[in-house]
């Protein structure tokens, strides 16, 4: 290899990547032009996405300025009587000889109505906003654009005429590469090849089998049980997210997050996404959309067994190696998140390392850099993929210094600059991380304990299923380094047992340690350590016992080691049996309490040791234990939920219909409710009743405050509704009845059904709840009868030991497909996105968001104890509609008259989940006082150089600010 030709290449190849963050790209600059017709102009929505414009230039003649009512909305960039909008926006009030136009929340200008024919300007940018008559300049202020939500005004048409707006939205991370962007990528791709065909020409011809172990009984098993957990696991943490932003990606050009932080560019973490728009648009099904991390996970085991075991170990153990990876693929593994791929990605780099260490080839490892490369653009765990070359470094740098080949493998590294900048900036990346940052979260290095606050606590994130792979992969590698420094010194003349662990546990320390550097602490990242974590767990183990013995372990010391390894599975087995949304249904919470008893551990480990006379071995028999105990319940825990909801829905009812193509997932389950009150067949008056109303005026009977006044909840005894008359029911009628109060505990409710008043059928509701909140329940009729009452028992004394009914209504459910169809435009919250794969999404493009008709919002809780607002019911108000979290749907949110919500039936909803007061989420109209078609639409370009950015959209203090000034005050 010529070195100073290698040198060269090296240096273009790294020089080009530095270069495309900086090269100049296209940006759109889309101009929204109001009103489509000037003479008659009529208020619209524009529901822009950063809220506010890059510039902004109204016009309004002098004689729009003169209407006889005092403080007439003459313009306003916000809908008319909303007060939050007049804080942020530009309003332009006139009536009685004067004018007064505020913009951002500050008076602007006040003044008398100028006579004549004359025209009033305002022109905000990013700099400035000023007032002008007839080119005059009135007033001046160094303020923002205001933001822009319509072009509305209160004039009639014809009053109106003359009045225009023209808006440059901020659509700047819509970009592509100008002419020589593209010019420095196709040279450095170019590059990028010498690069590689300079390490394999430096190296030796002779074939070698890339797989050389054919196809076993135990790859069936691994792909068996990932299908099927595919088919019938749950849902992971932002599956429905990263489904979003994949989808809107083709609207766009760009990735961004759709949801909140302004919708700015995911760069430089996007590759996934990009990677899976296309095959979101062909189908968003959840089984279609998990294949690829199905294909990920199973290529993991390929690459661990065929290129990573033999070449760490003569005895492989390769059973062992396929339980440890199913423990930490089936809580981690199988869904949209792109920790599957950064898995996938180290084992194929650490693969790689390996045969090139084997073979003595520079070649493997450029192709292995230029993995590990692409790794990083997916997630910032990405960097994980680099840490072999790290566990590795001793020998590879021997290899490297012998082929001289280590410049033109650290260019390789470059395919991760090519990934990111391809389309986008400099710039753009850093506003990103800007927006991110400020708005979070955004934690620290030094709080990545916050992680392992997570791990530990009761909600989805510290489920046991998630706690047991990374407790057992820390546990091992810290006891790693013991042993080795135990056996060196003890040993000299032969290979000791644990070598093989040594540079993947090097690898798995340094992944943790890149972990401290992510900006999030959620657990779902620790998926990206999966692929070390096995290999090093598995060489642990499997050498455990042997390694105890050289290590000059006694039986003090093997008790110590039994003991910590019973500790460590009871900890694990601690861990509460809760998953992400609806994913929990039909799922017990807990785990029975004796497998969280270290004792139980112990006892098994003492009992296995005096089996085989020798206590060394009890360590790993403990934990290879709670390996398969682990893994069991984690897969009879589904497997049994899956039993549970045959007649009601569940994730893999759902994706058997998708393959059938017969869903629309929980769509095919939801109805929408209209009621109708029945007539009461005599009046019997309420001796009590509730808190607060229901949610329909409707009359209330029950027990609270019905002795010593209202407020008073010490009464016992029982409550009676009237009879009421009962229709003949139709399909998709029931009878309703909405409760409040303690439902358990010695209260009861029972609804009868009678004849002529006599009771035919007492049918009893109860709940686990203990709320004052209204809940509903349906059911049906026996044949025959032709009435319908409630009965209330208040066996309760103490606060809170009251509850209250209305009186039963007629119920009718129709299809939510009828009602929302496939062309209405929904915003679906992201914990729903995924299942609801037949409704079109509102659009967010160009810097504007498609105005949604229905607001889709979840209702399951998520439980757990620490650390604020991840205990917090998710989904209202929502990411995608606070100001704080940059919501891309905030404008609609507020430029919406009226939210109501609908009732809704989820037929699907397990009764167990009912009763503790689940639901599949809530149905929200919004109701706009004016459409969103009144303004014309131009797209632009211009050249942006990559550095530049310019002007930032100013940002609310986060929530999580917002708590932390709360604490502290």
Same mark, same amino acid.
């Given at each position: 290899?010529?070195?100073?030709a290698?040198?060269?290449?090296?240096?273009?190849?790294?020089?080009?990547?530095?270069? &495309?963050?900086?090269?100049?790209?296209?940006?759109?600059?889309?101009v929204?032009?109001?009103?489509k017709?000037?003479?008659?102009?009529?208020?619209?929505?524009?529901?822009?996405?950063?809220?506010?414009?890059?510039?902004?230039?109204?016009?309004?003649?002098c004689?729009?300025?003169?209407?006889?009512?005092?403080?007439t909305?003459?313009?306003?960039?916000?809908?008319?009587?909303?007060a939050?909008?007049a804080?942020?926006?530009?309003?332009?009030?006139?009536?009685?000889?004067?004018?007064?136009?505020?913009?951002?929340?500050?008076?602007?200008?006040?003044?008398?109505?100028?006579?004549? %024919?004359?025209?009033?300007?305002?022109r905000?940018?990013?700099?400035e906003?000023?007032?002008?008559?007839?080119?005059?300049?009135?007033?001046?202020?160094?303020?923002?654009p205001?933001?822009?939500?319509?072009?509305?005004?209160?004039?009639?048409?014809?009053?109106?005429?003359?009045?225009?707006?023209? +808006?440059?939205?901020?659509?700047?991370?819509?970009?592509?590469?100008?002419?020589?962007?593209m010019?420095?990528?196709?040279?450095?791709?170019l590059?990028?090849?010498?690069?590689?065909?300079?390490?394999?020409?430096?190296?030796?011809?002779?074939?070698?089998?890339?797989?050389?172990?054919?196809?076993?009984?135990?790859?069936?098993?691994?792909?068996?049980?990932?299908?099927?957990?595919?088919?019938?696991?749950?849902?992971?943490?932002? %599956?429905?997210?990263?489904?979003?932003?994949?989808?809107?990606?083709?609207?766009?050009?760009?990735?961004g997050?759709?949801?909140h932080?302004?919708?700015?560019?995911?760069?430089?973490?996007?590759?996934?996404?990009?990677?899976?728009?296309?095959?979101?648009?062909?189908?968003?099904?959840?089984?279609?959309?998990?294949?690829?991390?199905l294909?990920?996970?199973?290529?993991?085991?390929?690459?661990l067994?065929?290129?990573?075991?033999?070449?760490?170990?003569?005895?492989?153990?390769?059973?062992?190696?396929?339980?440890?990876?199913?423990?930490?693929?089936?809580?981690?593994?199988?869904? =949209?998140?792109?920790?599957?791929?950064v898995?996938?990605?180290?084992?194929?780099?650490?693969a790689?390392?390996?045969?090139?260490?084997?073979?003595?080839r520079?070649?493997?490892?450029?192709?292995?850099?230029a993995?590990?490369g692409?790794?990083?653009?997916?997630?910032?765990?990405?960097?994980?993929?680099?840490?072999?070359?790290?566990?590795?470094?001793?020998?590879?740098?021997?290899?490297?210094?012998?082929?001289?080949?280590?410049?033109?493998?650290?260019?390789?590294?470059?395919?991760?600059?090519?990934a990111?900048?391809?389309?986008?900036?400099?710039? +753009?990346?850093?506003?990103?991380?800007?927006?991110?940052?400020?708005?979070?979260?955004?934690?620290?290095?030094?709080?990545?304990i916050?992680?392992?606050?997570?791990?530990?606590?009761?909600?989805?994130?510290?489920?046991?299923?998630?706690?047991?792979?990374?407790?057992?992969?820390?546990?091992? &590698?810290?006891?790693?380094?013991v042993?080795?420094?135990?056996?060196?010194?003890? =040993?000299?003349?032969?290979?000791?047992?644990?070598a093989?662990?040594?540079?993947?546990?090097?690898?798995?320390?340094?992944?943790?340690?890149?972990?401290?550097?992510?900006p999030?602490?959620?657990?779902?990242?620790?998926?990206?350590? !999966?692929?070390?974590?096995?290999?090093?767990?598995?060489?642990?183990?499997?050498?455990?016992?042997?390694?105890l013995?050289?290590?000059?372990?006694?039986?003090?010391?093997?008790?110590?080691?039994?003991?910590?390894?019973?500790? &460590?599975?009871?900890?694990a087995?601690?861990?509460?049996n809760?998953?992400?949304?609806?994913?929990?249904?039909?799922?017990?919470?807990?785990?029975?309490?004796?497998l969280a008893?270290?004792?139980?551990?112990?006892?098994?480990?003492?009992?296995?040791?005096?089996?085989?006379?020798?206590?060394?071995?009890?360590?790993?028999?403990?934990?290879?234990?709670?390996?398969?105990?682990?893994?069991?319940?984690?897969?009879? !825990?589904?497997?049994l939920?899956t039993?549970?909801?045959?007649?009601?829905w569940?994730?893999?009812?759902?994706?058997?219909?998708?393959?059938?193509g017969?869903?629309?997932?929980?769509?095919?389950?939801?109805?929408? &409710?209209?009621?109708?009150?029945?007539?009461?067949?005599h009046?019997?008056?309420?001796?009590?009743?509730?808190?607060?109303?229901?949610?329909?005026?409707?009359?209330?009977?029950?027990?609270?405050?019905?002795?010593?006044?209202?407020?008073?909840?010490?009464?016992?005894?029982?409550?009676? !509704?009237?009879?009421?008359?009962l229709?003949?029911?139709?399909?998709?009628?029931?009878?309703?009845?909405?409760?409040?109060?303690?439902?358990?505990?010695?209260?009861?409710?029972?609804?009868?059904?009678?004849?002529?008043?006599?009771?035919?059928?007492?049918?009893?509701?109860?709940?686990?709840?203990?709320?004052?909140?209204?809940?509903?329940?349906?059911?049906?009729?026996?044949?025959?009868?032709?009435?319908?009452?409630?009965?209330?028992?208040?066996?309760?004394?103490?606060?809170?030991?009251?509850?209250?009914?209305?009186?039963p209504?007629?119920?009718?459910?129709?299809?939510?497909?009828?009602?929302?169809?496939?062309?209405?435009?929904?915003?679906? %919250?992201?914990?729903?996105?995924?299942?609801?794969?037949?409704?079109?999404?509102?659009?967010?493009?160009?810097g504007?968001?498609?105005a949604?008709?229905?607001?889709?919002?979840?209702?399951?809780?998520?439980?757990?104890?620490?650390?604020?607002?991840?205990?917090?019911?998710?989904?209202?108000?929502?990411i995608?509609r606070?100001?704080?979290?940059?919501?891309?749907?905030?404008?609609?949110?507020?430029?919406?008259?009226?939210?109501?919500e609908?009732?809704?039936?989820?037929?699907?909803?397990?009764?167990?989940?009912?009763?503790?007061?689940?639901?599949?989420?809530?149905?929200?109209?919004?109701?706009?006082?004016?459409?969103?078609?009144?303004?014309?639409?131009?797209?632009?370009?211009?050249?942006?150089?990559?550095?530049?950015?310019?002007?930032?959209?100013?940002?609310?203090?986060?929530?999580?600010?917002?708590r932390?000034r709360y604490?502290?005050?």
């Open positions: 290899m010529n070195s100073r290698a040198l060269a290449l090296a240096l273009s190849t790294v020089l080009c990547g530095l270069l &495309l963050p900086f090269a100049p790209v296209l940006v759109n600059d889309p929204l032009s109001w009103p017709d000037p003479a008659r102009p009529e208020s619209s929505l524009a529901l822009l996405v950063p809220y506010r414009p890059l510039s902004l230039d109204v016009r309004l003649p004689a729009t300025l003169r209407p006889a009512k005092a403080d909305v003459v313009f306003a960039s916000h809908r008319p009587d909303d939050h909008g804080a942020r926006g530009l309003t332009v009030l006139a009536g009685a000889g004067n004018v007064r136009i505020t913009s951002d929340g500050a008076a602007l200008y006040q003044g008398g109505a100028p006579g004549g %024919d004359c025209v009033l300007r305002i905000a940018n990013t700099t906003t000023v007032v002008e008559l007839d080119g005059d300049r009135l007033t001046a202020a160094h303020r923002d205001p933001q822009v939500s319509a072009f509305a005004t209160t004039l009639e048409p014809a009053a109106a005429s003359g009045l225009s707006a023209v +808006a440059h939205t901020d659509a700047r991370f819509e970009s592509s590469p100008a002419l020589l962007k010019l420095l990528l196709a040279t450095q791709v590059l990028l090849g010498g690069c590689l065909f300079l390490l394999w020409r430096g190296d030796s011809r002779r074939r070698r089998r890339w797989l050389p172990r054919r196809p076993g009984w135990l790859d069936g098993v691994m792909l068996i049980v990932l299908g099927a957990w595919a088919v019938a696991g749950p849902m992971t943490d932002d %599956d429905g997210f990263y489904a979003a932003m994949a989808r809107a990606a083709a609207d766009t050009g760009y990735v997050n759709y949801y932080w302004f919708n700015v560019t995911e760069a430089p973490f996007s590759l996934l996404q990009q990677l899976l728009t296309p095959w979101v648009q062909l189908s968003q099904a959840p089984l279609w959309l998990r294949l690829p991390s294909v990920a996970a199973f290529g993991t085991w390929l690459v067994s065929r290129g990573v075991l033999p070449r760490l170990t003569e005895r492989q153990p390769r059973i062992l190696t396929a339980a440890v990876l199913l423990c930490w693929l089936l809580p981690y593994g199988i869904g =949209v998140r792109p920790e599957p791929w898995a996938l990605g180290s084992a194929s780099v650490l790689l390392v390996l045969r090139a260490l084997a073979h003595g520079a070649f493997p490892l450029g192709v292995a850099a993995l590990a692409l790794c990083a653009a997916i997630t910032p765990s990405g960097l994980v993929a680099f840490t072999p070359f790290l566990g590795l470094a001793r020998p590879l740098s021997r290899l490297l210094k012998a082929r001289r080949g280590g410049l033109l493998v650290l260019a390789c590294a470059s395919t991760g600059l090519l990111v900048f391809a389309d986008t900036s400099l710039g +753009a990346a850093l506003e990103a991380t800007r927006v991110h940052g400020e708005i979070g979260p955004a934690l620290a290095w030094h709080e990545e916050v992680r392992y606050f997570f791990l530990l606590d009761e909600g989805s994130m510290g489920s046991f299923a998630r706690r047991f792979p990374v407790l057992l992969a820390l546990g091992l &590698l810290l006891l790693l380094p042993l080795r420094l135990r056996i060196r010194n003890r =040993v000299s003349d032969t290979l000791p047992p644990l093989a662990a040594a540079g993947p546990g090097i690898a798995l320390a340094a992944g943790l340690g890149l972990l401290w550097l992510a999030s602490k959620w657990t779902h990242h620790f998926g990206s350590l !999966t692929a070390l974590a096995t290999v090093v767990t598995a060489l642990v183990l499997a050498e455990l016992p042997a390694a013995r050289l290590a000059g372990y006694t039986w003090r010391g093997g008790l110590a080691l039994t003991a910590g390894s019973a500790a &460590l599975v009871a900890l087995m601690a861990g509460p809760t998953w992400y949304g609806y994913s929990q249904f039909g799922v017990d919470p807990k785990l029975p309490s004796i008893n270290p004792l139980l551990w112990l006892g098994i480990g003492l009992v296995l040791a005096w089996c085989w006379r020798d206590l060394l071995p009890a360590p790993r028999l403990i934990l290879v234990l709670g390996l398969v105990t682990s893994l069991l319940l984690t897969v009879g !825990t589904f497997a939920a039993w549970r909801l045959r007649d009601s569940s994730m893999a009812k759902e994706n058997f219909r998708h393959v059938a017969q869903s629309c997932g929980m769509a095919d389950e939801v109805s929408t &409710l209209t009621y109708q009150r029945l007539t009461p067949q009046s019997v008056p309420s001796p009590g009743g509730a808190p607060s109303p229901p949610p329909e005026e409707q009359p209330v009977w029950g027990t609270f405050g019905r002795l010593g006044g209202p407020g008073h909840e010490w009464f016992t005894g029982e409550v009676l !509704t009237p009879w009421h008359a229709p003949a029911l139709g399909p998709g009628q029931d009878i309703s009845v909405q409760l409040a109060g303690k439902l358990n505990g010695g209260n009861t409710a029972a609804v009868h059904f009678g004849h002529q008043g006599r009771v035919l059928s007492e049918q009893t509701v109860t709940d686990v709840q203990d709320s004052p909140d209204w809940r509903e329940t349906g059911l049906r009729p026996p044949p025959g009868a032709t009435q319908v009452r409630v009965k209330l028992r208040d066996g309760t004394v103490g606060a809170g030991g009251w509850l209250a009914t209305t009186a209504r007629l119920r009718s459910a129709h299809p939510l497909l009828a009602l929302l169809g496939p062309d209405r435009p929904v915003m679906i %919250d992201w914990q729903l996105s995924l299942a609801f794969p037949c409704l079109r999404a509102a659009r967010v493009s160009h504007l968001t498609e949604p008709e229905y607001v889709l919002v979840p209702r399951i809780r998520d439980r757990c104890k620490r650390y604020g607002a991840a205990c917090l019911p998710f989904g209202v108000p929502g995608a606070e100001e704080p979290q940059g919501g891309s749907f905030l404008p609609a949110h507020q430029a919406a008259a009226a939210r109501p609908l009732p809704t039936r989820f037929a699907g909803l397990p009764e167990r989940s009912r009763r503790m007061g689940d639901d599949w989420g809530a149905l929200i109209r919004y109701d706009y006082p004016f459409d969103g078609h009144g303004y014309r639409l131009e797209l632009r370009e211009r050249v942006m150089a990559g550095w530049e950015w310019g002007w930032r959209q100013p940002i609310v203090p986060s929530l999580e600010k917002q932390e604490a502290n005050n």
